[in-house]
């Protein structure tokens, strides 16, 4: 007969249960009662690590897996809390919502998926042409064949207005002028003839204007601008070869006027005009004074006044400069 021991002799307190029958109940509860369960404890990364001298081992937080395989009495809000996960971004990353069912062998996204980035956009790439320099091309006829200004030519190619091009040579030409249009304000500034960018337009007006007050023909008009164009790309210079200055590079050393006259824009365009209101008088010789100018070829006129060490060059603007005088005059 087995003999039972008083109660008296049995531990007081709680009942000690087996290890094995304690973990089997704990991971029922944890199954049966996940809905009314306390809010999730904290991960592993928040606990402080229990003193070694109590000989409990330190617990450390490993990295959270991609991905979970769920095992029988597995709960969404078990699995959260085992890898220290928000139960409702759980749900999120796997499409999920509190009424969801998973079933063991169900593979779990732990870590939500990265959204695919955005696929660029490639910008069109700007219209470019080139230009095989000859002899004889300037910067300055370039652009104006090609519709663009100087500067726009020169920045693309990573030039100067100092620089020089050779022949053989290969430039890239842009299909348009690469300074932004400005907004237009509300006194929009005077339109820039084809080639010309502002500056450019400003001083071919003048001298336009001047041509006009002085009765010149549009062809004796025509070379001004042609010249002026092909001896300082249309701009006021304060610089030049030897001595030469301003839109026409004349010389001070050569009769034409002291430095500031030269660069007095309105009087060095009458200067090469000439004729009897001619600021230099007998001095020099303007376009005016020479014998049957208006019969020259365009480059022999502008010869005949500049003197030039290329006088070729002057031809290539016949047709340009006919156009700006058009727009602009």
Do not use: C, K
């Not at 087995?2 to 249960?17: D, E, K, M, Q």
């Not at 064949?145 to 726009?152: E, P």
């Amino acid at each position: 007969m087995r003999r039972l021991t008083p109660l008296s002799a049995r531990p007081r307190g709680r009942t000690a249960w087996p290890a094995a029958v304690a973990g089997t109940i704990a991971l029922a509860l944890a199954g049966e009662n996940a809905a009314h369960a306390a809010p999730p404890a904290p991960s592993l990364a928040a606990v402080p690590p229990a003193p070694r001298h109590l000989g409990v081992p330190v617990l450390t937080a490993a990295p959270t897996p991609v991905s979970y395989t769920v095992q029988p009495g597995d709960t969404v809000w078990a699995i959260a809390r085992a890898h220290g996960l928000d139960t409702a971004a759980v749900l999120a990353a796997n499409g999920l919502d509190s009424a969801s069912i998973i079933r063991p062998g169900q593979v779990l996204a732990l870590v939500p998926a990265a959204p695919a980035a955005a696929p660029e956009v490639a910008e069109p790439a700007p219209s470019v042409r080139t230009h095989e320099v000859r002899p004889g091309d300037t910067v300055s006829a370039i652009a104006a064949a090609n519709g663009v200004s100087i500067d726009t030519v020169l920045a693309a190619n990573g030039l100067t207005r100092a620089s020089i091009i050779y022949p053989g040579e290969t430039l890239q030409i842009p299909a348009t002028d690469a300074a932004a249009a400005p907004a237009v304000a509300a006194s929009a500034p005077p339109a820039a003839a084809p080639g010309l960018d502002a500056e450019q337009s400003e001083n071919a007006r003048l001298i336009i204007r001047v041509g006009r007050e002085l009765g010149v023909s549009d062809r004796g008009i025509a070379i001004a601008l042609g010249t002026a164009m092909q001896e300082s790309w249309l701009r006021n210079l304060d610089w030049g070869d030897r001595d030469s200055l301003g839109l026409f590079q004349q010389r001070p050393s050569s009769g034409w006027g002291s430095p500031e006259q030269i660069l007095d824009r309105e009087r060095s365009t009458r200067v090469f005009y000439g004729g009897a209101a001619d600021p230099n008088g007998s001095a020099t010789r303007g376009l005016l004074d020479i014998p049957g100018w208006e019969a020259m070829p365009f480059a022999d006129a502008a010869q005949a006044v500049q003197i030039s060490a290329y006088p070729d060059r002057y031809a290539q603007w016949e047709s340009p400069a006919t156009v700006w005088l058009s727009v602009l005059g």
